[in-house]
């Protein structure tokens, strides 16, 4: 069965902190994606990748990095942490189709 | 750019009751995006529940159906008698050869 696993599930920090949120997934898939869920918004893609190396800008990518360093694992970056980043991330994978996405369980991020 | 534009939540239904979430999307960047329904139960990712990827077929899983409209450009998620377990989160998505993009989400509790 695909996984992904996302770590920490859940995580605290204030305005102007570091945060790295990991990633993870042992399906063998080229493609990796971070989206933020935001109530009335659904789920935004911030960043996504196609391998090691690679790295595609979403469409809310401001104030995120991303770094893909293997293709098992895809990081996000939030350097200078904002409370307009408080949210819930979703990190997926999907093979090269892109025709179904499997998803982490999610990591709730409070910035105070 | 594609976007999705789903029912606004939250729906409450009693159990053995009709459903239907209403999707409408637009597509720029290609004419026949595949269109697929995700469901996150509580505590955890979104999980496919049912894709289509030719205008005019229907899918269906667990109950669930939906028929790619390229006409109406919907793709409504149906169910003729829901149980208490349906109780989640619902989104619409839309695959146009990049990332994947998502609706807003739709909660739905089933009252027993």
């Known amino acids: 069965e695909a996984a992904v696993t996302q770590s920490p599930r859940n995580k605290v920090t204030v305005t102007g902190g570091n945060v790295t949120l990991s990633c993870r997934q042992t399906?063998?898939?080229?493609?990796m994606y971070w989206y933020r869920q935001d109530t009335g918004h659904g789920l935004r893609l911030i960043h996504y990748?196609?391998?090691?190396?690679?790295?595609q800008i979403g469409d809310v990518p401001d104030g995120y990095k991303a770094t893909r360093t293997t293709q098992e694992d895809f990081f996000l970056l939030l350097e200078l942490a904002s409370p307009s980043q408080t949210s819930l991330y979703f990190c997926?994978?999907?093979?090269?189709?892109?025709?179904?996405?499997?998803f982490g369980a999610g990591t709730r991020l409070s910035v105070l | 750019g594609d976007s999705v534009t789903q029912t606004e939540g939250p729906v409450t239904v009693s159990e053995s009751e009709s459903l239907i979430i209403n999707c409408t999307y637009s597509?720029?960047?290609?004419?026949?995006?595949?269109l697929f329904w995700y469901v996150r139960y509580p505590g955890e990712g979104l999980q496919l529940l049912l894709k289509?990827?030719?205008?005019?077929q229907k899918g269906s899983s667990r109950g669930f159906e939906a028929t790619y409209n390229k006409e109406t450009t919907s793709f409504h998620l149906q169910k003729a008698s829901v149980q208490e377990s349906d109780s989640a989160v619902y989104y619409c998505?839309?695959?146009?050869?990049?990332?994947?993009?998502f609706g807003a989400g739709t909660k739905l509790s089933v009252k027993p």
């Open positions: 990748s196609y391998g090691a190396g690679n790295l």
């Open positions: 399906n063998s898939h080229n493609y």
């Open positions: 998505a839309l695959g146009d050869n990049n990332a994947p993009r």
């Open positions: 289509v990827i030719t205008a005019g």
């Open positions: 597509a720029t960047s290609i004419a026949y995006p595949n």
């Open positions: 997926a994978s999907s093979d090269d189709s892109q025709n179904t996405l499997y």
